[in-house]
T-cell receptor
Framework: DAKTTQPTSMDCAEGRAANLPCNHSTISGNEYVYWYRQIHSQGPQYIIH???NNETNEMASLIITEDRKSSTLILPHATLRDTAVYYCIVPHQAGTALIFGKGTTLSVSS | NAGVTQTPKFRVLKTGQSMTLLCAQDMNHEYMYWYRQDPGMGLRLIHY???????AKGEVPDGYNVSRLKKQNFLLGLESAAPSQTSVYFC???????????FGPGTRLTVL
């Protein structure tokens, strides 16, 4: 897996957008960027993934830079329930183990 | 549609005891995985399976065995539990060649 770098922690006010950055400068041309989150004591939950185009689903948006060396996960209107550890993962190949690093602990407060 | 379920949710063992953790999925996924998560750490892969009857070692396989006799089930065994195996164990499944993995709720194991 390509190495990823994320900030250790971030804070966000409830109702505001949360922008979580990730650097993956060694990413290869055919490797996707995946985002998962883990709410306290629960199993990780898939959020979104992308290759080079921006992606949006009901949970979040993913913005990938043109050179693909970094990306940003956007939670448009953060709620208290979005407080979790967010993991940016670049799997080397499909259907293999996901390498979960330390991730970013997002704290949403009212 | 229950997704991925794990049995039991909690367990306390004494050193040297054995046990089996059960993972079941109802999504007809080919691939299944067992991870462990220690406090403050990310998940680490123990073993995985790419189909019924096949298993392979992951990053931290020592002290564990697995079996995939049925497509929907993936069993993780501890033959002789050690305190170092105190952890939270997560099972996951996915379609083949897909990195969208679906995780179970976890089993919290304490070995005294």
């Amino acid at each position: 897996d390509a190495k990823t770098t994320q900030p250790t922690s971030m804070d966000c006010a409830e109702g505001r957008a949360a922008n979580l950055p990730c650097n993956h400068s060694t990413i290869s041309g055919n490797e996707y960027v995946y985002w998962y989150r883990q709410i306290h004591s629960q199993g990780p939950q898939y959020i979104i993934h992308g290759l080079k185009n921006n992606e949006t689903n009901e949970m979040a948006s993913l913005i990938i830079t043109e050179d693909r060396k970094s990306s940003t996960l956007i939670l448009p209107h953060a709620t208290l329930r979005d407080t979790a550890v967010y993991y940016c993962i670049v799997p080397h190949q499909a259907g293999t183990a996901l390498i979960f690093g330390k991730g970013t602990t997002l704290s949403v407060s009212s | 549609n229950a997704g991925v379920t794990q049995t039991p949710k909690f367990r306390v063992l004494k050193t040297g005891q054995s046990m089996t953790l059960l993972c079941a999925q109802d999504m007809n996924h080919e691939y299944m995985y067992w991870y462990r998560q220690d406090p403050g750490m990310g998940l680490r892969l123990i073993h995985y399976s790419v189909g019924e009857g096949t298993t392979a070692k992951g990053e931290v396989p020592d002290g564990y065995n697995v079996s995939r006799l049925k497509k929907q089930n993936f069993l993780l065994g501890l033959e002789s539990a050690a305190p170092s195996q105190t952890s939270v164990y997560f099972c996951a499944s996915s379609p083949p060649s897909d990195n969208e993995q679906f995780f179970g709720p976890g089993t919290r194991l304490t070995v005294l």
